[in-house]
T-cell receptor, first 118, second 112 residues
Framework: AQTVTQSQPEMSVQEAETVTLSCTYDTSESDYYLFWYKQPPSRQMILVIR??????QNATENRFSVNFQKAAKSFSLKISDSQLGDAAMYFC???????????????FGKGTHLIIQP | ETGVTQTPRHLVMGMTNKKSLKCEQH?????MYWYKQSAKKPLELMFV???????ENNSVPSRFSPECPNSSHLFLHLHTLQPEDSALYLCASSRGTTDTQYFGPGTRLTVL
């Protein structure tokens, strides 16, 4: 079974600064998908970014980018020019394409609470 | 994405009650999921439906009973729950089971 570890329960960053959230995972599979989701106080889980393991190029979405290190099984999220609206819980998640009969769904880490200081 | 809706948003029930949670997706997706989010624990997958067929049941107690009448609707029937079942229940959908999952706003369940 896969596991996802987020070692930072909470991070704080000044508005307009850059912050990096860490995520490591454990798997024996060679192909898989990785995600970062954001959950603001409204509790709505919102997709931030998706990475396919077979792609060497790091995914980017506007101010959000990842550093995907497949050999190290590391998948960090960098948020540039932090804004007050970025304050939320951030979850790293793993998805396997190989589960028999369908899917095991997403395996989530415990999350990192990101605080934005004005 | 705002294409996944859940009702009710909040639910308080006694241990002997029977209630149902409803999820509806307007995205034309074929797969739907129920997740449980408890305090201090990672989100846990409960059920997966792909083309209306249940493909995964992660050892969920029988007091939780899913129903997927079509690809757009998913229900979670609840009966004789325990206080430890109090949690946020999230519904998600995806085009296929390896595609990105989009979540609803969740139902906050409190079992007294």
């Amino acid at each position: 079974a896969q596991t996802v570890t987020q070692s930072q329960p909470e991070m704080s960053v000044q508005e307009a600064e850059t912050v990096t959230l860490s995520c490591t995972y454990d798997t024996s599979e060679s192909d898989y998908y990785l995600f970062w989701y954001k959950q603001p106080p409204s509790r709505q889980m919102i997709l931030v970014i998706r990475q396919e393991a077979y792609k060497q190029q790091n995914a980017t979405e506007n101010r959000f980018s990842v550093n995907f290190q497949k050999a190290a099984k590391s998948f960090s999220l960098k948020i540039s020019d932090s804004q007050l609206g970025d304050a939320a819980m951030y979850f790293c998640a793993y998805l396997s394409p190989y589960s028999g009969g369908g899917a095991d769904g997403l395996t989530f880490g415990k999350g990192t609470h990101l605080i934005i200081q004005p | 994405e705002t294409g996944v809706t859940q009702t009710p948003r909040h639910l308080v029930m006694g241990m002997t009650n029977k209630k149902s949670l409803k999820c509806e997706q307007h995205l034309g997706h074929n797969a739907m999921y129920w997740y449980k989010q408890s305090a201090k624990k990672p989100l846990e997958l409960m059920f997966v439906y792909n083309f209306k067929e249940q493909t995964e049941n992660n050892s969920v107690p029988s007091r939780f009973s899913p129903e997927c009448p079509n690809s757009s609707h998913l229900f979670l029937h609840l009966h004789t729950l325990q206080p430890e079942d109090s949690a946020l229940y999230l519904c998600a959908s995806s085009r296929g089971t390896t595609d990105t999952q989009y979540f609803g706003p969740g139902t906050r369940l409190t079992v007294l």
